[in-house]
Each structure stands twice: as C-alpha cells, then as structure tokens.
C-alpha cells in the first residue's frame, strides 16, 4: 500500500448532468502517478514531442497496475487512466492553430466522456465542428489540420475511436442512430470552443432528436436484445462483465435512461453557457485507499448525484455502486493480468483474479467459487435494480402516453391492480400484514395478464426482507400460501424467479439462499445451481404446456396423468439444494426435502416419495447412459428399487426436465430414447412383479422369431439359410434394441454372400436408442487392431460414436456395429460416401496385414476443456451374470480418446464386447465390456492393475500433449 507520506490529494473537477450543480470528487493517489499527470500537462505542444508523450503514457499504465496490485481504489485508477490521457489529449491539441483551436471543440464522449477509462479501453472522441456558414476557416486549412490532429492521437499509441461533425451532422446521425443519441448524452470538454459544445450539449438534451420516452423505449429493446444474446441470465459460467445481463451496461442503462429523462424531459434545455474544459468525472463519493475488492465501495455520501437516479433510494443507490465496484475491480484486473483489452471473465483469468484477493493457501477452485459467487450476487443486484428503473419508467409512460387515464382494479384489501401492474394499496402494508410477502406472488401467480409487481411494491418487498424469519417460514398462514403459489397451474418458474431476484425465495427457504450464485466449476453445468434449478422448474413447467409435446412428448403425455403436479415441482426445487455443502448431496437434500414436508403439512406418504425422489433423482441417467438397458438382468434390477409406477413415474419425468436442464446441448435424440426405453422396459417389469425377471432365453426366442416374421415376409431368403446365419452369432447379438435393425443387419449380411471382402454398410438406424444416428455394420475377417482402426477412421472424420457392440461369428468372423452422428463437431454432414470410402481403405490394410494409415494430427484442445484438465480415472470390475469385466474411463474429452483406448486393448491383448461413449462437458465417461481372448473375465489382478496403468498413461500423456 501507498504509504501516507507518498500520496497527494487529487481533486478532480467533474462534469454535471444537466440542471445540475457541479461535482467534485477527491481520490488519494500515488505521488508518482501525479508526477506522470504534470508530466503530460506541462510537455511542450508540439509534434516532435508526441514519442514523449507516449512514453508517459505508458508509463503511467504500470504504475495504475502497480497501484492496483497494492489495493488502490479502483475508482480513483480509473478517473487517474482518464486524466493521464485527457492531459495527452489537450497537450496534442495546443499544436493546432490558434485560429483553428479556438473555434473547434474536441469532447469525449461515451465511457470515456464519463470518465470511466480502464487501462486499455478505446478513447472515444468527437471532434466538433462549427456549422460552415458560422466560420471563416478554409477548407483546406482545416482539412490537413485535423488530418495531422488524428494522425498525432494515433501516434499516442491509443485506440482512438473519433468523428468529426458539425452540431447539425451530430443531430442528424442521433435521430437515425440509438447508439450515437446515448454517446452525446455522456461527454466532456477537453479543449477548444466552450460555446459550440454548450451548444450542442443543449440540443443532445432537447426533444429534438430523441423524446424521453422514444428514447427509453429504445433503450429497453436494445437491453432486451442484448440479454438475450446470453439466454437472460447474468450466471454464465464466463460472463462478459460489460454486455452480458447484470454487467456494466446495464448499470450505464439505468444511467442513461435517467439522464435524458430528468435532464431533457418536455424539451427542457440545460445551461451550459459556462462550461469550461474538465479532466475527470462526476462521482459523489470520495473514494479512499482500501482494501480490494472488500471495500471497493468506497463511502458514499447523499448528494446531488442520487437526485440523477431520484427513482432510486440512497440504500438502492449505495447497492448499485458497490455492485459496480466490484465489476470495475474485476474489469481493471482483466486489463491487468490480460495486456489488452478484456471484458469476458474466462476460466483461466477467473483463477488468476482469485488468487489475488485470497490467502495463498486457498485451494484454486474454492478462490474462485468465492469469488464468482460474489460477482453473481452483486449482478443480480445490479438486474433488481434495473429492473426497478425499468418498471418505474414503463409505469411512468404507460400512465401519460398510452392510457391516457389510470386503470386501477381492486385484487383484495392489501393489493390493486395499476395499468397492468400488482400494488400494495399501502407502502406499509408488509410491516403490518407480513404473509403479504408471500401473497403478492400468489396473486401473481393468478393473474397471468398482469406485467408483474410495480417497481415502488417491489422496494418495499426488498426493504421488509427482514421480516421473513424462520417463525415466518413456520407460520401456517405462510406456508399455506406458499403452498398455493406451487399448485396453482401456472409458469411456475416466473414467480419462483420473481421470488429469487427480490429476495423473498432465498430467505424463506435459506437452503435455496446457499445455493444461489453457485458455482459448479465445469462445462457439464453451464448454469450455477440455482439458475439450473429455475430452469428445471420451467422444464417442468412445459410439460403441461403445448410446448413440452414436441420437446418432450413421452414425459409431456405421462405429466398430464400425475396425480399431484406440486410434488414435482418440490422434488426439482430440492433436487440439488445440498450442493457444495461436501457430503453426498441428493442424500442431504432428501433431509432437507423432509424438514420442508413437515413444515409445510404434506402427508406422509408424499413425504416418503419427495425424499426419494431427491435421493434417487440421479439413478435414471446414470443408468441409462451406463449399463447395458437392452440386457433383461440389467432392467430387473434396475427395477428393483422402485416401490411403485407412481415413483417410476415421478423420477422419469423429473429426469428429462433434469438433462435438459443441465445444458441447452446435452438433451437429444439419444438420451431421450435412451431414458424412454429404460421407462418402458421398467414399467413392464413392475407389471410382471418384481421378484419375476424376464427369462434371457425366452427374450432372445422370441426376438429371433420377431426377426423372422418380418424377413419372410419379403420372400427373399428362407428361414433355413437365417437360422444357418443367427446360429453362428452369440446369443447377445440378438439383445439389441430394434428388431428391425437385426432384420437389416441380417439381409445385409446374407447378400453380401461368401464373399471375403470386407463389408461395410452405413444407414439410418430405425428404431430403438439408435433412432436419428447412423448406424455403421462392418463385417469381415476378426483381426487383432479391427476396432481401433474402425475408431481411429471417426475420429479422422470428426464423427462422434455413441455406442459399439462387437460380435464373434463362428469361422473365425467379426460383426462390429457402431452408432454414430452424422455430423463432426461443428455440425458439417459427413456425406456417406467420405464415411465409406476412409472405412475401406483402413479395412484393406488390416485384412491384408499393411500398416493403417496416419491417424489424424491432434486437434488443438479448446481454451476451455484445456482449463478443466483431470488426470484419467479407470475402473474395472466383473460381473458374475454375464461373466464379463465391465471397465470405466473417466478422461478429459480430447480427439481420438476411443483410438487410444482400443490401442491399449490391442497391447494388452484384451477383447472388447461393447462399448458405450458418454461425453458431458469437459469430461469423457466411457463404459467397455470386456474379456480375454479365451472369453473369459479379466481375473489377474496384475493384468488389471497394468490394464489400468497403460491407460491412464497413454491417455494423460495424450492431455498433455494437446495442451
């Protein structure tokens, strides 16, 4: 930290909104920051000293950064970065002539003209022009001095953004252009003529291109567009701290929108007629040495500053700066750590800018987890407090320009209904009357044709969050109603959101309250539990919506026949409650789930149910994508745990809202007939009776004999040359999925006759899990590196494979089924016959014992899965049923991760049986049947140990390597 003796005082005149006083704010800096500021001032005006110049500059640069680093203020860094090139700036400007000088004027204008410049954040200027017949210039003076002008900006080695216009062409250019109105709301004189920029600063205010209330419509489309643009949730996993919801910009919107409206409202035209040059901005604080980011915010004090947000009180005020502090720290971190500019907060820069506010012993991820949580807390913030501004403005403008009269309708003796939006009839109403702080979310969730809650109820909402204690949470009357808002047959996860951002949801239910704004720290989770656990609720809301039939039609149609909708929707709000507290989460959650049934009176039974569901709501799809659901064995135990269909039926529907929760990509085609058929099966074996498996023989009779049927049907081969084909096949051939695809598969195989040639056959799967991919049949001699290079030949392709079974045929064949997309990791169609042809030729040189081609070059591992490296995890165990070793592989997800795996299996002489591939996320989870050659389990624990070992080194070696 600076030392006392070190440090000046820096008083910065600011410029004032208009109607205004003037403000000045006062920052503690470095005396060698100060010095550089003098530097920059006092350098002769002239172009030989433009090296100097930039010298300073950026000498100035590092010691902001060295500033930082010892926990100066962030506020008082970024008026100093505006200062140091306001004073470059005006210095290259005393190089114009004088004639020329003192009738232009040059104004800063958007972020920098409010003095919010970080280290390298472009300087946007315009240079003003007088109106040609109010000027005696020429043309051709003023052409090359502007030329030379510009051209001595640039040499300053800034990102200089400029225009240069007559007060007229800025009028013009705003009347056509929202950006363009915003950035002359927002400017500063640095040098020239103080009359044109009065001028012009008059008109910017004026009606004359923007009304008020044009304006604010406009505002509010371009941050609707921009929100979403990121799906409207300011929890990214890598937020952009300037565009995305609840960053700076929506700071800057609230600003702006009550710049024009308290500034230029009616037409009303500021004085600016005294307006002189400023070298800073308007802040109300004094902002002191502290510690970041902790005290980022500075001490605040009522001025005039908060009558520019009139709308807003000084607690509301106070809470928008610190939310804005902390962004700032996090922005001026990001230029620091970055050398540029950057305003995403990546995961690599997540961990550098966290362990700079931490001790160094603090593990990485929980530095971060810290951290992130922090900023979603202080965005959401920052998105109530628009939201307010928002409301007011729209409440405003409903009542004076589209109604034209108040439309005010009576819900009950505490709330009305004004132009469309809720109302407490009383700013008191909630001290009086508490359980009105559930209520008016009711009332919400009743009257769908209303807006929302009027931006004054929802201060006092926020300002009476005290009041929701645990004897409120107890309270009958409370969780009654609360229990109301669940049952009532609504978009359930509007007033469930409403209830988060205002603060309501996380101090009645303050297990919710732990869990909003974390972090899960990989790519599999790509929203924080509390934003996935809305968007569970809003899946659930869709299957009893139009909606859900064609995103979810199977669980869409079950929904409808649940017996108590409500239950659902508790099980996904408590599903992931537990997380991050360590311990198994779906076990604490289950007590969790129970303490809210006993609060909230639900039976007993629908106790049991909720708790096993939360418990168990992760059993479905680890199931599904894990084990083999075509094996009979597998479904009877799977069935086991379940005491009735109405637990089936709950955990179903609550895993599908669950995957497509998790991530916009992970629900498709695949896991969606994946968990269909699991359903499907287990509802059949609870029909049957739970001590009553299906006989593996009589399944695989009667699926020969389905087969059987639909083959003869066409006359083309006779069941005597099908039984000579299915008798030389294992008995788990005929476990698949689809009986139309083992028809196929045989009358594929039956034409290609005794021919020795390889046979390829690439087609769309038809039915079962398979439906909607490729399926690929190779059949040919049985050669020791067949899978791996049939795998090796995808991966080359860029195509993903799902699922691969191998099948031994007698004489001494191999019958290789693959699953696989049809399009590479950027969604390109690979056209069959690019599949065909790269299939042939690696079976050619392996039936004729030639080396395979090169397998593909490793793709540069993304920026993000580099970040998310974990060394490889390998599990083998038997399985006394089917004597086979089932062997797991958890890997980062790099190209040719299956190659290698079949690499290892050649090396180590091992068989493979079956093959299911899980990518989520940033992690690849991978579950192989296997065997020895004599098709026995693997039983050495030697070679079980070496088996593990080569693949973990063969795999992490690959890691590194794509790095």
Known sequence: MPSAHDTVTLSLQGNSLPNAPDLTTTFVLPTSIEAVIEQLRTTLPDASAIPELRKQLQNGNELLFNSFDSGLDVRALVAARSVLVDSALQTVWKTLPSEVGSQLCLIAVGGYGRGELFPYSDVDLLILLPEPDATDLQESVLEQSLSQLVASFWD??????????????????????????????????????????????????????????????????????????????????????????????????????????????????????????????????????G????????????????????????????????????????????????????????????????????????IAVEAVEAMMREFYLHSQSIQVLNDVMLQHFDEVHRNFHETGSENIRALNRRFQVRNLYIEAVSPDIFQQQPFALIEVFLLLAQYENVLGISADTIRAIRENLHLITERFSRDLINTSLFMEILKTPHELYKTLGAMKRYGVLGRYLPAFGRIEGQMQHDLFHVYTVDVHTLHFIENIDSL?????????????????????????????????????????????????????????????????????????????STTAQRRDISDPVVIHEFAQRFDSNIHLDYLYAMTVCDIAATSPNLWNSWRAVLLQNLYTETRAALARGKGKAINREEWIASTRSEVLEILLEDEEFTEAQLSALWNQLDDEYFQQDSTRDIASQTATILRHGDSTAPLVSIEQARGGTAAGYLEVLVYMEDKEKLFAGIASTFDKLDLGVLEARIFQVEGGLSLSLFIVSETDSRDMLIPRQDILKNLMEVLDAIQNNRPLPPPRQNRRTSRQLQYFSFPTEVVLSNNADTMRTILSVVTPDRSGVLARIASVFVTMNVQILRARIATLGERVEDSFEICEPDDSPLSNPERCTELQQMLCEVLDRANENAA
Not at 292 to 304: E, F, I, R
Not at 559 to 585: N, Q, S, T, V, W
Request: aromatic residues 8%; glycine residues 8%; negative net charge.
């Open 156 to 289: 300053l080695g800034l990102d200089i953004g400029h225009s240069v216009r007559t007060p007229d062409e800025c009028i013009e250019q705003a009347s056509a252009d929202i950006t363009i109105a915003t950035n002359l709301l927002e400017t500063r004189l640095l040098a020239g003529s103080s009359d044109l920029y009065s001028g012009l600063v008059i008109r910017a205010f004026s009606d004359e291109s923007w009304t008020s209330r044009d304006f604010y419509i406009a505002k509010r489309s371009e941050q609707a567009q921009r929100h979403k643009k990121y799906e409207d949730t300011e929890y990214n996993l890598e937020p952009n701290l300037k565009t995305s919801p609840g960053g700076l910009r929506d700071v800057q919107t609230i600003g702006w929108i009550s710049k024009r409206y308290y500034g230029g409202i009616g037409g009303s035209s500021p004085d600016r007629s005294q307006a002189e040059p400023v070298t800073g901005l308007s802040f109300d604080n004094e902002i002191h040495e």
């Open 291 to 362: 510690e970041m980011p902790d005290n980022v915010a500075g001490t605040m004090q009522d001025s005039a500053d908060i009558g520019h947000y009139s709308f807003l009180n000084s607690s509301e005020f106070r809470a928008l700066k610190e939310a804005e502090n902390v962004l700032w720290w996090l922005r001026f971190g990001l230029h620091r750590i970055c050398r540029r500019s950057e305003n995403r907060l990546l995961f690599d820069h997540q961990r550098t800018l966290a362990l700079m506010t931490q001790d160094s012993e603090t």
């Open 544 to 620: 009893f919506q139009e909606s859900g039939k064609t995103r979810f039609p199977n669980a869409h149609d079950l929904a409808a026949k649940l017996p108590k909708r409500e239950l659902l929707y508790i099980a996904g709000l408590f599903h992931d409650i537990a997380k991050g507290r360590g311990g198994d989460h779906s076990e604490l959650g289950a007590e969790e789930v129970r303490e809210f049934a006993r609060r909230h009176q639900l039976s007993q039974r629908d106790t049991s149910l909720l708790a096993w569901l939360v418990e168990n709501h992760l059993m479905m």
